[in-house]
């Protein structure tokens, strides 16, 4: 197939045509750009073992007019005429039209036409060899051919028949061991490589690093382009300059007439002095090869490292459907990474979900997961498979889901045994679609069918609660608290439809028709009845169910606890007012003694008198870092560490009760699952309830059991003592 390049001028068209290259020209100074050139390739013609073939280079002109006779030039620039190849005229078969080209000197033909139809095209034949950097042909216009210029190379042509440039590079760690960055050797006409090719490398003496090879080893070769899916090796044929330089031989390369190219790579490397390492922030290598001579950056010198990576970061819905994230592990050089080492990958503000075991790069990670079932952390366990000798880039795929309580950002975070700290990289954002307010229900004990606070929970845009999903509202520990709901008024705006229905401690919220634009749902007219043993104090309310978390299930009519595992927490939404606790005083008096006094009976009467004695306040000063609580000075080792727990409430054993107070240990009896204090406070085990002398008040934590120890809430402990204590937690500071 022939294929036209055409170009306008005023009163015809000239194009060139050299074998299958094709392009469109419509400047006056038009371009046809051939790349596989250099100065001394030859256009029109190939000599091979020493006989000229013609292969077909030609300008042809486009006739808008009839030529009957008309004559022209071209002068060529930087290329010289074959003056054997002008040897016979060019004519049509079955027509009379002709074509006469007329060899003048190298420089310059002459072209005659004649008996040229309009709309008509012929041909003009060039035999040329490229002898500058820059070579065109020049029609010199004449009668009713006008004039043009035309570029063969859009880029200054070379006398080379290949370039050398630099790739990716490698880094090298300051103490010298490592390998080089690419070298790539590239063909700037097709066959430069077919030959055995000799390339030279030198490392530039303030390097302070030479080559790691001997004379004999071999140099990995991967080609691309004409050589694509070439992989073969090199052969050191030399080591001098102090391992400074080193000589190799390229096998013949096949580039299937297409221009290929071939990378250097994985040339190892080590310190001319151990003692001193790298003394260079970069390396640079001089590459000679077939009279070429390159200077380049092949390395840089860094530091051991490990870092994080990722292209973007993704957005995350709270409440919404999970996400999936990559990210990489990457080493700044090779041997960052211990080969024994085991890494361990978390999460902020988004747990990971559905993770496979898989294996990366020779690291095996799995999930490691709690007695719920849910992922707490993935960890990685190098292989025999990991490779140690370059710098690996480790890339991980996540899947996370974010809880509907997540605000700011999703981290991933990264630690292992060697590491200065935990690495920690922002993957995500977290964007908060619904939210809740409410207005306090201030209850009273004993008293029926209060009614009292208002919850609403908002859309921050349309459809976010979404048709068959449930909204659940339920008041915590209401009913094992004497606490009941007993009737409540919910309305939706703006399009959304909802009935709803109260089960137990819960109000279930039905959602049948999505909103139009941003939706209210809106609990209100709460009626309470509170019992004579409701303990004083706040309680929360949760709102939760499908339609606030994926992390929910839908709601079945029995399984409260997976669709409510995720819920926006609204503190003190209904509180029980409690009486002031006052511990009680002891006061000393005295009292009318009788004493009976030998010969005569004397009554003798001591007036009351009160006294009040003062002394100095002393207040319990527990260090959780210590494991140690302070009182007057003395300092006591707990028996337990004690627990901060979510919302950094501090818990103590019930056996280091005594110490952290003062108390006598006989002042502490265990009764079970209870502990009794100075006989009138009580607490029990999986209770938030703390009994003081019949008065009873809700806790913020329950007294839970670790370990087969219980512990229970400092502060709730101090107030029913009378007690000041204070903590320190050195972890902060």
């Given at each position: 197939?022939?294929?036209l390049?055409k ?8 194009a060139?045509i050299m ?7 419509a400047a ?6 051939i790349?596989d050139?250099?100065i001394?390739?030859?256009?029109g013609y190939k000599?091979?073992d020493?006989?000229?073939?013609k ?13 009957a006779n ?6 060529g620039?930087?290329v010289a ?5 002008y040897?016979?005229n ?9 074509v ?16 040229i139809?309009s ?7 060039l035999?040329?060899?490229v002898?500058g950097?820059?070579?065109s ?5 004449n009668g ?6 035309i570029?063969l190379s859009?880029e200054?042509v ?6 050398i440039?630099f790739?990716?590079k490698r880094n090298?760690?300051?103490e010298?061991e490592?390998?080089?960055g ?5 063909e700037?006409?097709?066959?430069a ?12 003496t ?7 090879i ?6 990995n070769?991967?080609?691309t382009a004409?050589f694509a899916?070439?992989?073969t090796?090199?052969?050191?044929t030399e080591?001098?300059a102090?391992?400074q ?7 013949s390369?096949?580039d299937n007439d297409?221009?290929?190219?071939i990378s250097?790579v994985d ?21 000679f ?10 390395s840089?010198v860094v530091d ?8 973007k970061k993704?957005k995350?819905?709270?409440?919404g459907q ?7 592990i990457?080493?700044s050089v ?5 080969d024994?080492l085991?890494l361990?990958?978390s ?6 979900v559905n993770?496979?075991e898989q294996?990366?790069?020779g690291i ?11 992922i707490v952390?993935i ?11 370059i710098?690996?880039n480790?890339e ?5 889901l974010?809880g509907?309580?997540e605000?700011?950002?999703v ?12 690495l920690?990289l ?11 307010k ?11 069918e209060?009614?009292a606070?208002?919850i609403v929970?908002?859309?921050?845009k349309?459809?976010?609660?979404e048709?068959y ?6 008041l915590?520990d ?7 709901i ?6 939706a705006?703006?399009?959304?439809t ?8 819960y109000?279930v ?5 999505q909103s ?7 609990v209100?007219?709460m009626v309470f009845?509170?019992g004579?043993?409701?303990p004083?104090?706040?309680y929360d309310?949760?709102?939760?169910g499908?339609?606030?978390?994926g992390?929910?299930e ?6 409260f ?11 003190d939404f209904a509180?029980?007012?409690k009486?002031?606790?006052?511990k009680?005083?002891?006061e ?9 006094v ?14 009040e004695v003062?002394?100095d306040?002393v207040?319990?000063?527990i260090?959780l ?7 007057n000075?003395?300092i ?5 560490n004690p ?5 950094n ?10 110490k952290?107070?003062g108390?006598?240990?006989?002042d ?6 209870k ?5 009138n406070i009580e607490?029990?085990?999986?209770s ?7 008065f009873?008040?809700k ?7 670790l370990a087969?120890?219980?512990y229970?809430?400092v502060n709730y402990?101090a107030l029913a ?8 937690n050195n972890f902060n500071k």
């Amino acid at each position: 197939m022939r294929l036209l390049k055409k170009m306008a001028i005023a009163l015809c068209s000239v194009a060139a045509i050299m074998s299958t290259n094709s392009s469109v020209m419509a400047a006056s100074n038009a371009i046809i750009d051939i790349k596989d050139m250099i100065i001394g390739s030859t256009l029109g013609y190939k000599i091979v073992d020493g006989e000229v073939t013609k292969d077909g280079f030609n300008i042809f002109v486009n006739t808008t007019i009839p030529y009957a006779n008309e004559q022209f030039l071209i002068h060529g620039h930087d290329v010289a005429f074959n003056a054997n190849l002008y040897d016979e005229n060019i004519k049509s078969e079955g027509t009379n039209e002709t074509v006469d080209v007329k060899y003048l000197d190298s420089d310059s033909i002459r072209v005659a036409v004649s008996n040229i139809s309009s709309d008509n095209m012929f041909m003009v034949p060039l035999f040329v060899e490229v002898t500058g950097e820059n070579p065109s042909v020049e029609i010199i216009g004449n009668g009713g051919i006008s004039s043009q210029m035309i570029n063969l190379s859009q880029e200054t042509v070379s006398d080379k028949n290949i370039k050398i440039k630099f790739g990716e590079k490698r880094n090298v760690p300051i103490e010298g061991e490592g390998f080089l960055g690419e070298v790539i050797i590239d063909e700037v006409v097709p066959g430069a490589l077919k030959k055995p090719t000799t390339v030279t490398l030198n490392l530039e003496t303030n390097s302070g690093v030479v080559f790691d090879i001997e004379k004999g080893q071999q140099v990995n070769l991967v080609g691309t382009a004409g050589f694509a899916g070439t992989k073969t090796v090199a052969t050191v044929t030399e080591v001098i300059a102090n391992d400074q330089q080193i000589t190799i031989e390229f096998p013949s390369l096949d580039d299937n007439d297409i221009k290929g190219g071939i990378s250097i790579v994985d040339i190892p490397v080590k310190p001319e002095n151990r003692k001193v390492g790298v003394i260079c922030d970069e390396i640079f290598v001089n590459v000679f090869a077939n009279d070429v001579v390159q200077r380049g950056v092949v390395s840089e010198v860094v530091d051991y490292n490990v870092f994080l990576n990722a292209n973007k970061k993704q957005k995350f819905i709270a409440g919404g459907q999970s996400e999936r994230v990559k990210f990489s592990i990457v080493e700044s050089v090779s041997g960052s990474l211990d080969d024994d080492l085991d890494l361990f990958v978390s999460t902020e503000g988004a747990q990971i979900v559905n993770f496979k075991e898989q294996t990366v790069d020779g690291i095996n990670f799995n999930a490691v997961k709690n007695y719920n079932g849910d992922i707490v952390e993935i960890v990685g366990k190098m292989t025999d498979d990991f490779n140690s000798n370059i710098a690996n880039n480790i890339e991980l795929e996540l899947e996370l889901l974010s809880g509907v309580n997540e605000t700011g950002e999703v981290i991933i975070n990264v630690e292992g045994r060697n590491f200065d700290k935990i690495l920690s990289l922002p993957i995500g954002y977290i964007e908060n679609t619904v939210s809740v307010k409410n207005e306090t229900a201030n209850l009273e004990i004993g008293i029926k069918e209060q009614m009292a606070g208002k919850i609403v929970i908002t859309e921050s845009k349309s459809n976010v609660l979404e048709k068959y999903d449930q909204v659940i509202v339920e008041l915590e520990d209401a009913r094992e608290n004497d606490i009941r709901i007993e009737d409540v008024k919910v309305e939706a705006t703006n399009g959304l439809t909802i009935k709803h229905e109260i089960m137990g401690d819960y109000i279930v919220i039905d959602i049948t028709r999505q909103s139009a634009t941003a939706g209210e749902i809106i609990v209100s007219d709460m009626v309470f009845t509170v019992g004579q043993n409701a303990p004083y104090g706040t309680y929360d309310v949760r709102v939760s169910g499908s339609a606030i978390s994926g992390k929910n299930e839908d709601f079945n009519g029995h399984n409260f606890n997976k669709a409510a595992r995720d819920a926006i927490v609204v503190n003190d939404f209904a509180v029980l007012d409690k009486k002031a606790f006052v511990k009680p005083q002891v006061e000393v008096k005295e009292v009318v003694v009788e004493k009976e006094v030998v010969k005569e009976v004397v009554k003798e009467v001591v007036k009351e008198v009160v006294v009040e004695v003062e002394k100095d306040e002393v207040i319990g000063v527990i260090n959780l870092e210590d494991k140690i609580v302070t009182r007057n000075n003395t300092i006591k080792e707990l028996t337990a560490n004690p627990v901060v727990t979510t919302d950094n409430n501090v818990l103590i054993a019930v056996r280091d009760i005594a110490k952290v107070f003062g108390l006598d240990e006989s002042d502490v009896v265990f009764k079970g699952i209870k502990t009794i204090v100075n006989g009138n406070i009580e607490i029990e085990q999986g209770s938030d309830i703390l009994n003081i002398g019949g008065f009873k008040l809700k806790m913020s934590n329950k007294v839970i059991n670790l370990a087969g120890r219980a512990y229970v809430p400092v502060n709730y402990m101090a107030l029913a003592l009378g007690e000041k204590i204070e903590i320190e937690n050195n972890f902060n500071k």
